[in-house]
């Protein structure tokens, strides 16, 4: 795979300006104050760069109650860049608090205990000079280990079709798998004695449950239904080797998939 140019820059805080308050009256506050020390927190950005995919993932170690360790691990289009790790300072009162990595901007925070989450705003500059660009934003960190993947991760999916063969039905069977986003995916079919694989990039749209695979530079559009937890992917292609046309609009049922029944099996429609 080609190699592709990448740097990131720095952290660039994007705070909003805030109103100043009157100094409210002293209030009696609990002696116990929510710690941090000990903890470690996951959490990242999926975006696009020179329209391949690429992940952020950061993981904030809080070492004591005032310092910690960064690590930031990137994807790009799968090619995985080098893990950037620094020492960081902090301050933290039980709700809000501030990280300060060392050579870089502060980056405020808000801890829920609620929904045992960290919110921080951490946007980096991706690439240099005229092929430079922002991404980031809000960043959610989860305790470590109880990381929420963001369908479709790490998901796998079988489709099956029967298409006309001389006298005969010639059977296809379809396979589709996502990986990390930055990684992409495969689909695969088998037919005709054939087993063929070909890699791909994809992007999914929670709120519409619409999305695309690029293959080969194509883009192949697909649709969710969490009602029938049904992907359907538009794709086509040839049994490799000949000109036999297969694929069209594809129905995808997850690969675990034990129900058997006619309304649940996958099927392909013409």
Avoid at 9 to 21: D, S, V
Avoid at 190 to 202: H, K
Wanted: aromatic share 12%.
């Amino acid at each position: 795979m080609k190699q592709f140019a990448f740097l990131t820059a720095a952290f660039l805080l994007l705070a909003a300006c805030t109103k100043q308050e009157p100094t409210p009256e002293p209030q009696l506050q609990p002696t116990a104050t929510a710690s941090l020390a000990g903890t470690s927190w996951v959490g990242g950005f999926d975006g696009d760069f020179q329209n391949y995919p690429l992940t952020f993932t950061w993981r904030f170690d809080f070492l004591t109650d005032s310092t910690g360790e960064y690590h930031l691990d990137c994807v790009f289009a799968a090619n995985p860049q080098p893990t950037e790790v620094g020492p960081f300072h902090y301050t933290f009162d039980g709700t809000d608090g501030i990280v300060t990595p060392d050579g870089h901007n502060p980056i405020p925070f808000v801890y829920d205990s609620a929904s045992q989450t960290i919110s921080m705003e951490i946007n980096m500059q991706v690439g240099s000079g005229n092929m430079s660009t922002l991404l980031g934003g809000n960043t959610v960190l989860r305790p470590l280990g109880q990381e929420i993947p963001a369908f479709p991760v790490n998901t796998s999916w079988t489709a099956e079709q029967q298409l006309p063969s001389g006298d005969t039905l010639m059977p296809v069977q379809w396979g589709l798998d996502f990986w990390e986003y930055g990684w992409g995916g495969q689909v695969n079919y088998c037919a005709n004695g054939t087993c063929m694989g070909v890699s791909l990039f994809w992007h999914y749209d929670s709120p519409s449950h619409t999305g695309s695979v690029s293959i080969n530079g194509t883009q192949h559009p697909f649709t969710y239904d969490p009602a029938t937890d049904i992907l359907t992917l538009e794709y086509s292609t040839q049994i490799y080797g000949t000109d036999i046309p297969i694929g069209g609009t594809l129905q995808f049922c997850r690969s675990n998939e034990t129900d058997n029944s006619t309304a649940r099996k996958a099927v392909v429609m013409k």
